[in-house]
Nanobody, 126 residues
Framework: QVQLVESGGGLVRAGDSLQLSCAASGRTFSFGRYSMAWFRQAPGKEREFVAAVRWDGSLQYGTDSLKGRFTVSRDTAKNTMYLQMNSLQAGDTAVYSC?????????????????WGQGTQVTVSS
């Protein structure tokens, strides 16, 4: 089983930047076998796909708006995925969670992942 631990959330002002980290561990984990994703959920809203790194290293973003401000990456040596968030807006306020799953034909934006982190709160004040 894969364990995921997010970090880096916090309270920032609109226009600021923040970087989230998701550290993966587990005997079977390797980025070559797992795809990883970031999702977020704001109060009263449905879970939203933010970005993902496929097992082959390809990237995918939820919307064009997110792609222009957020950057997802991974460090294979550290088994860690990152989400660099720039030009944060009040609408980005949410709990951000990372997820992982073995190679699959499922689209990355479908939240059917085998492992989930506990989530980290990001609050953007306007």
């Amino acid at each position: 089983q894969v364990q995921l631990v997010e970090s880096g959330g916090g309270l920032v002002r609109a226009g600021d930047s923040l970087q989230l980290s998701c550290a993966a561990s587990g005997r079977t984990f390797s980025f070559g076998r797992y795809s990883m994703a970031w999702f977020r959920q704001a109060p009263g809203k449905e879970r939203e796909f933010v970005a993902a790194v496929r097992w082959d290293g390809s990237l995918q973003y939820g919307t064009d708006s997110l792609k222009g401000r957020f950057t997802v990456s991974r460090d294979t040596a550290k088994n860690t995925m990152y989400l660099q968030m720039n030009s944060l807006q009040a609408g980005d306020t949410a709990v951000y969670s990372c997820a992982a799953r073995l190679k699959s034909l499922l689209p990355l934006n479908i939240p059917r992942y085998e492992s989930w982190g506990q989530g980290t709160q990001v609050t953007v004040s306007s």
